[in-house]
């Protein structure tokens, strides 16, 4: 949320708390500190982003919350429980790249948990120079800046992170379980709903920030997705048959990403692959794992606790070390 729509947001709140009551002008008026003519321009400010509020003379405002929700800044911030993710949120119809904008902001020195949201991207990212689909009205894009004061070799302890936080939110709006294909994909029966692309601005032995880039396939259906995506891709809205709200599902995601960043600061990386590992299902399956240099392939026997590394047996016996790449599971068993 930009400063200048503090108000609106917080007369959205005050709205939603009231349920399906009408709060007075004067009621409003005395929680933002504010006259009632502006209180009544905010309320016009939060109609024209989006919001049907009912006004009565004798009763004062509510909330219609049987009308569809806009997707906003407000809509997201209004809803946010978190002590400082998503406290800064940057909302835009439309951008290049949400991880493109943070790391612009990050440089300029925005405070850490700043995220950025957009409707649609016209240039989104993916893992390993690929695009993202990003088309508007159906999805989550966002990028969020955290500043771990930490090494850069431990910069990777963050993919994981991420991958619990959306794990974690996904499996609150899915019928399906989800799994994690190494390192931070996120499949509903084995095809990709969300991913994750972490990008980091440091010095030879300090971060100054990383971005953490969800995409997040919420009300897209199937059909919409190029063809080639189209046996690998999958949404919420396949699995669950119905819509979900998108800024309800931003505001679990940014307090998840809290509650696990707290973890990891107070209690180190192990408690976060444990988290990872419940929703790892690959141990035991076949696995090709290409990066820029090389393809292995084996049996996953799992991953190192100390840095997340994925370990595969390869037909030669040999155990090997993956840091990086893509891994494609093959089947059970070698
Ligand atoms: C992947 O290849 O699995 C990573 C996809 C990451 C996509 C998200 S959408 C929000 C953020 N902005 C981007 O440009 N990319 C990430």
Same mark, same amino acid.
């Not at 400063?3 to 409003?28: C, F, T």
């Given at each position: @949320?930009?400063?200048?729509?503090?108000?609106?947001?917080?007369?959205?709140?005050?709205?939603?708390?009231?349920?399906?009551?009408?709060?007075?002008?004067?009621?409003?008026?005395?929680? +933002?500190?504010?006259?009632?003519?502006?209180?009544?321009?905010?309320?016009?400010?939060?109609?024209?982003?989006?919001?049907?509020?009912?006004?009565?003379?004798?009763?004062?405002?509510?909330?219609?919350?049987?009308?569809?929700?806009?997707?906003?800044?407000?809509? !997201?911030?209004?809803?946010?429980?978190?002590?400082? /993710?998503?406290?800064? /949120?940057?909302?835009?119809?439309?951008?290049?790249?949400?991880?493109?904008?943070?790391?612009?902001?990050?440089?300029?020195?925005?405070?850490?948990?700043?995220?950025?949201?957009?409707?649609?991207?016209?240039?989104?990212?993916?893992?390993?120079?690929?695009?993202?689909?990003?088309?508007?009205?159906?999805n989550l894009y966002t990028?969020?800046?955290?500043?771990?004061?930490?090494p850069p070799r431990h910069?990777?302890?963050?993919?994981?992170?991420?991958?619990?936080?959306?794990?974690?939110?996904?499996?609150?709006?899915?019928?399906?379980?989800?799994?994690?294909?190494?390192?931070?994909?996120?499949?509903?029966?084995? *095809?990709?709903?969300?991913?994750?692309? @972490?990008?980091?601005?440091?010095?030879?032995?300090? !971060?100054?920030?990383?971005?953490?880039?969800?995409?997040?396939?919420?009300?897209?259906?199937?059909?919409?997705?190029?063809?080639? +995506?189209?046996? @690998?891709?999958?949404?919420?809205?396949? *699995?669950?048959?119905?819509?979900?709200?998108?800024?309800?599902?931003? #505001?679990?995601?940014?307090?998840?990403?809290?509650?696990?960043? *707290? $973890?990891?600061?107070?209690?180190?990386f192990l408690p976060l @692959?444990?988290?990872?590992?419940?929703?790892?299902?690959?141990?035991?399956?076949?696995?090709?794992?290409?990066?820029?240099?090389?393809?292995?392939?084996? $049996? #996953?026997?799992?991953?190192?606790?100390?840095?997340?590394?994925?370990?595969?047996?390869?037909?030669?016996?040999?155990?090997?070390?993956?840091?990086?790449?893509?891994?494609? /599971?093959?089947?059970?068993?070698?």
């Amino acid at each position: @949320m930009q400063a200048k729509e503090a108000a609106e947001v917080e007369i959205i709140r005050l709205l939603k708390a009231g349920k399906d009551s009408y709060i007075s002008g004067q009621a409003l008026s005395a929680a +933002l500190g504010v006259s009632r003519t502006a209180v009544w321009k905010h309320i016009e400010k939060a109609r024209e982003m989006g919001f049907s509020i009912e006004a009565l003379p004798s009763k004062g405002y509510r909330l219609n919350t049987s009308a569809d929700a806009p997707f906003n800044g407000i809509e !997201v911030s209004s809803g946010l429980e978190t002590g400082f /993710i998503g406290r800064n /949120i940057c909302f835009y119809p439309s951008l290049d790249s949400t991880n493109m904008k943070a790391f612009e902001l990050g440089r300029q020195g925005a405070p850490e948990g700043t995220a950025v949201i957009a409707d649609s991207q016209t240039g989104g990212k993916g893992r390993l120079g690929r695009r993202w689909e990003s088309p508007a009205g159906a999805n989550l894009y966002t990028s969020i800046i955290l500043r771990p004061g930490i090494p850069p070799r431990h910069a990777h302890n963050l993919t994981f992170l991420s991958a619990v936080a959306v794990a974690e939110t996904v499996e609150r709006f899915s019928p399906v379980r989800p799994t994690v294909k190494w390192p931070n994909d996120i499949l509903l029966d084995g *095809k990709k709903v969300a991913g994750i692309l @972490m990008e980091m601005d440091s010095e030879p032995d300090r !971060v100054h920030f990383v971005v953490a880039g969800i995409g997040v396939n919420i009300n897209i259906k199937v059909t919409a997705f190029p063809d080639r +995506l189209r046996p @690998m891709a999958t949404s919420l809205y396949e *699995k669950s048959g119905k819509e979900t709200n998108r800024a309800v599902f931003t #505001c679990v995601l940014y307090s998840s990403l809290e509650k696990w960043y *707290k $973890v990891y600061r107070e209690k180190g990386f192990l408690p976060l @692959m444990e988290a990872w590992k419940g929703f790892f299902a690959s141990v035991g399956k076949t696995v090709t794992v290409r990066s820029f240099d090389s393809v292995i392939e084996g $049996v #996953c026997l799992g991953v190192d606790d100390d840095d997340g590394a994925l370990l595969v047996k390869t037909r030669a016996g040999a155990i090997e070390r993956v840091v990086s790449g893509d891994v494609e /599971i093959k089947r059970d068993g070698l």
